[in-house]
Every structure is written in C-alpha cells, then in structure tokens.
C-alpha cells in the first residue's frame, strides 16, 4: 500500500521560511520522479517543484530560487524548502510520487501516488 504523507506546514510571516517533508513508502522509490504540487481553492493545482531519479531538480518559475527540493531515497523522504516566503504561496501542498520510470515532468497526470496536503499560510 502506497502512503505519502506530508508535514511542516503552517502560518509565517511574509519573508520567512518553513521546510516540508514528505514521508514516502512507496515500492521503488528511487525509480520515480517526485513532485511538490499547490492548490488554492478554485484553481488547478499547480507544479512548484520536482526531482528526477538523478537527484536532478526543476522549479516552476514563481519559486525559483526561494524553494529547494530535496530527496533522500535510503529514508524514503522528500522535501521542500521554502524561504522568502510571500503571501502568495498561501496554499496546500501535496508531494507526489509519479508512475514507475517515468520521465519527469510537471504535468499532474505524471503522478500516481498523492499525500493527503499540508496547508501553509503566509500572511503580509
């Protein structure tokens, strides 16, 4: 059974920092690209982040440079960094998992597994 849970959300002030983290058990982790996806409400969730099975990582261009995502696949986690925070990253977060040796892409559709969300708030 696939789990992916997240953690490390909350509420900070615009210009702060917090770091997620992803807890994934996951058949063949090191084999799949992993996503960090927001959603606020009303709109389509969105790519921030992702790391191919090569440690490789792309951004989406509103967080480049403030976020870092990482990934160590002898514990099985991820994470995401997230400084200079600004009010609007407010959303939920979800990490990903994507189907087994797939290319690594930002597309929603890429991913099969999903955590259940972690909200962060930034407030002005």
């Known amino acids: 059974q696939a789990q992916l849970v997240e953690s490390g959300g909350g509420s900070v002030q615009a210009g702060g920092s917090l770091r997620l983290s992803c807890a994934v058990s996951?058949?063949?982790?090191?084999?799949?690209?992993m996503g960090w996806f927001r959603q606020v409400p009303g709109k389509e969730r969105e790519g921030v982040a992702r790391?191919?099975?090569?440690?490789?990582?792309a951004y989406a261009e509103s967080v480049r440079g403030r976020f870092t995502i990482s990934r160590d696949n002898a514990e099985g986690t991820l994470s995401l960094q997230m400084n200079s925070l600004k009010p609007e990253d407010t959303a939920v977060y979800y990490c990903a998992a994507s189907f087994l040796d797939r290319s690594c892409m930002f597309g929603p559709d890429a991913y099969r597994h999903w955590g259940q969300g972690t909200q962060v708030t930034v407030s002005s």
């Open positions: 790391i191919d099975v090569t440690s490789a990582s």
């Open positions: 996951l058949v063949a982790f090191h084999r799949r690209c």
